[in-house]
C-alpha cells in the first residue's frame, strides 16, 4: 500500500507547494566538488532557477575539469530531482575557457592558412542520438527572416512525406516553439530522469521554453546554451525518429558556432529573404557551416515575393530571387521559395501551421516541396559528402 502522501513510485507527493531556490540550495550544501568543497560555497553555480516545481541552474567550471565535475553535475541532479515538489530538474555543467586556453567546447578559430578544416564531417565524430536517423539545422545568419516558422513547416511538410520527425527548438535566447505550435503544457518526466517530449500534428517536439517561463531571466548565457543542448539531445526521450529538425537561433556567433559542432548534424538548411544584407548573413551561415564540416542541403528564399491577400497580384517588395542567386554563386542548392503572406504570418503566430492546418493550401504545397527536396538531399547522400562552396 501506499503510504499516503507518496505516489506510488515511493516519490513523496507534490503537496501543492513548489520547491524554493533555498530548498534547492540547502540540498546542494549535501554535494561535495571534487575538493570536498560544499557546491554552494565553490562559486561555480550560476543563478538558480526554482519555478512550478522546474528546476534548473548550471555549474560553470574550468574546461579542464569538466570530467571531474561530470559525476558532481550528476549527483546534484539527482539530489535536487528527489526533493519534494520537484517534477525536473535540469543541471548544466558548462566550460569557461579561461582567457588565450584552448578549451574543448569552445568552437575552433579561424583556420590558421594551409590548416585542415575541423575533423567533423556530417556529424561522424559525434555521438548520435539513439533512434534518430537525421539531425537537420535550419538556420540563418539573421534574426527573423522566418527560421523557425521554415523550420515548423519544413518539419510538417516532412511528416506528410510518410517520414517520422521530431523538432528541437535550440533557440535558447528565444524559444518559438511554444508559440509556433501552441503548446502550453509542460513535458512529462519518465522515471525521474528523462523527459518525455510533447506531441503535436504528429511531431515530437521539444523545447527549452516548454521549461521555462516566458518572465523568468534568461540566466542562459555563452557556454551555458552548449550543455543545455546537449541534454536536450540525450536526456529527451525522443524515440525512433527519420529526421530531427533544429531550430538554430539567429546569428553566427561562438554559440551557433560550438551548437553547430555539438549536434551531430547531417546538414543544414539555411533561410534567407531575399535582400541583399540577409544574404550576406546568409553566406556568414553557410560559411559557419562550412567550418565544421557541415553540408550544407540548400538554402530556403523566405518572403520571397508578396501575394496580395485580396487580389492575388505579386510583387516582388524585396527584389525576390537573390537567394537563389546567392546559392548557385555558392554552388549550393536552392530548395524553394516561399512568399511573404499574410496567412503564413496569422497562422504561424496562432500556433496553427499552415502545413498542418491548410493541407490543400498552395502555401502546404510550397512547403511540401521544398521538404521532398531536403528528403532527397538527405537520401543522396548529403551527409557524406559536402557540396562544394567556394567562399571564405
Ligand atoms: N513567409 C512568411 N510570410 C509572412 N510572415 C512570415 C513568413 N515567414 C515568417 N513570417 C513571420 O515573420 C515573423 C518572424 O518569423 P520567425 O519567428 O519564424 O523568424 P525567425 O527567423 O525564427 O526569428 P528569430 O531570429 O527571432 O528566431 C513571425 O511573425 C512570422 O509569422
Ligand atoms: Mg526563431
Known amino acids: 500500500m501506499v503510504p499516503p502522501g507518496y505516489d506510488p513510485t515511493g516519490r513523496q507527493k507534490a503537496c501543492g507547494m513548489a520547491v ?27 543563478d538558480v532557477v526554482a519555478t512550478d516545481g522546474k528546476v534548473f541552474f548550471s555549474i560553470s567550471v574550468d574546461a ?35 582567457a588565450g586556453a584552448p578549451s574543448a567546447r569552445t568552437p575552433p578559430g579561424p583556420a590558421p592558412a594551409g590548416a585542415r578544416p575541423t ?23 539573421k534574426g527573423g527572416v522566418g527560421k523557425s516558422t521554415t523550420a515548423v513547416n519544413l518539419a510538417l511538410g516532412l511528416a506528410s512525406l510518410g517520414l517520422r520527425v521530431g523538432i528541437l527548438d535550440a533557440d ?3 524559444p518559438s516553439l511554444p ?21 503535436r500534428y504528429g511531431l515530437t517536439v521539444m523545447s527549452i521554453g516548454f521549461l521555462i517561463d516566458e518572465e523568468t531571466p534568461m540566466i542562459w548565457r555563452g557556454p551555458m546554451v552548449i550543455s543545455a543542448l546537449t541534454q536536450m539531445l540525450r536526456e529527451v526521450e525522443w524515440g525512433a525518429l527519420d529526421v530531427m529538425v533544429v531550430d538554430m537561433p539567429p546569428g553566427t556567433g561562438d554559440a551557433q558556432l560550438t551548437m553547430a559542432q555539438q549536434v551531430p548534424l547531417k546538414g543544414a538548411v539555411i533561410v534567407s529573404t531575399p535582400q541583399d544584407l540577409a544574404l550576406i548573413d546568409a553566406r556568414r551561415g553557410i560559411a559557419m557551416f562550412k567550418r565544421v564540416n557541415v553540408p550544407v542541403l540548400g ?8 501575394l496580395c ?19 548557385e554563386r555558392l554552388g549550393v542548392p536552392f530548395l524553394g521559395e516561399v512568399p511573404l503572406h499574410m496567412t503564413i504570418r496569422e497562422k504561424s503566430d496562432a500556433g496553427l501551421p499552415v ?14 516541396d521544398i521538404a521532398a527536396r531536403v528528403r532527397d538531399q538527405l537520401k543522396g547522400g548529403a551527409g557524406r559528402a559536402a557540396p562544394k562552396i567556394v567562399i571564405e
Open 20 to 46: 524554493t531556490k533555498e530548498q534547492v540550495l540547502a540540498c546542494l550544501q549535501g554535494i561535495n566538488s571534487p575538493e570536498g568543497i560544499p557546491l554552494p560555497d565553490t562559486g561555480t553555480l550560476s
Open 64 to 98: 579542464a575539469q569538466v570530467k571531474a565535475w561530470e559525476a558532481v553535475r550528476e549527483r546534484a541532479e539527482k539530489a535536487v530531482r528527489a526533493l519534494p515538489d520537484v517534477q525536473s530538474a535540469l543541471v548544466a555543467l558548462t566550460a569557461e575557457r579561461k
Open 119 to 141: 575533423p567533423r564531417g556530417g556529424g561522424e565524430n559525434l555521438q548520435g542520438v539513439p533512434g534518430v536517423e537525421s539531425i537537420i539545422a535550419v538556420a540563418s545568419g
Open 172 to 174: 535558447i535566447y528565444g
Open 179 to 199: 508559440k509556433l505550435l501552441a503548446i502550453k503544457e509542460r513535458p512529462q518526466t519518465l522515471g525521474g530522469t528523462r523527459l518525455k517530449p510533447i506531441t
Open 299 to 306: 538554402v530556403i528564399e523566405n518572403m520571397s515575393y508578396f
Open 309 to 327: 491577400p485580396h487580389c492575388g497580384t505579386r510583387s516582388d517588395i524585396f527584389s525576390h530571387g537573390g537567394a537563389r542567386h546567392e546559392a
Open 355 to 368: 502545413v498542418a492546418t491548410e493541407p490543400d493550401g498552395p502555401h502546404a504545397k510550397i512547403y511540401r
